[in-house]
């Protein structure tokens, strides 16, 4: 199998592993027994854990930047921002999932814990920048897209459990946007 095509199996068995384990169960060891390969030909791959859930990472964040960059076409920032937010709303669950174990604080591996901070950060930088770039760097602003994204959690798992209707959740979310406006 050439390089980039073992590397990108070594990421679906992750994304795999991490449904079953969640951020903290995912390591070397269980992605070389998941996958029938040897410790070895993982660390080739990725060095450490944080590098094998950054990849994977940056592959999900690849995956939502087609979507949004649709959503995003030829309208002002702050309207293309609250479109890329709804479509965050409807993501699939499995990606939902991926988000919250790389995105949650109750993370305990140091490793974890690093990648969900650097996750986190970016994730607000991204927002922030597109919401209100003149104070994205604000501990106001930055703090309301955090509150927006934990919100968002708490919608997930009303959809997921068909407890409210898609529309309601973005009413619900909606509710969290009091950004200034520009």
């Known amino acids: 199998m050439r390089q980039g095509a073992r590397r990108h199996a070594l990421l679906?068995?992750?994304?795999?592993?991490?449904?079953?384990?969640?951020?903290?169960?995912?390591?070397?060891?269980?992605?070389?027994?998941?996958?029938?390969?040897?410790?070895?030909?993982?660390?080739q791959h990725f060095p450490t854990v944080t590098d094998l859930v950054s990849a994977m990472t940056v592959r999900r964040f690849e995956e939502l930047s087609k979507h949004f960059d649709e959503a995003r076409k030829e309208l002002p920032s702050r309207e293309a921002a609250y479109n890329q937010l709804r479509l965050v709303l409807e993501l699939d669950p499995r990606l939902r999932q991926f988000l919250r174990e790389i995105l949650s604080p109750r993370v305990r591996s140091d490793d974890g814990r690093q990648v969900a901070v650097i996750a986190r950060d970016r994730l607000i930088d991204r927002w922030a920048s597109a919401i209100d770039p003149d104070h994205h760097r604000d501990p106001e602003v930055r703090a309301r897209i955090w509150a927006v994204f934990y919100s968002l959690w708490g919608v997930w798992d009303m959809l997921d459990a068909g407890e409210i209707s898609l529309e309601q959740g973005w009413e619900i979310v909606q509710s969290f946007l009091k950004f200034p406006q520009p």
């Open 12 to 43: 679906d068995d992750a994304d795999a592993l991490l449904d079953e384990v969640g951020l903290d169960g995912l390591t070397i060891a269980a992605l070389a027994e998941h996958s029938g390969v040897s410790r070895q030909l993982v660390y």
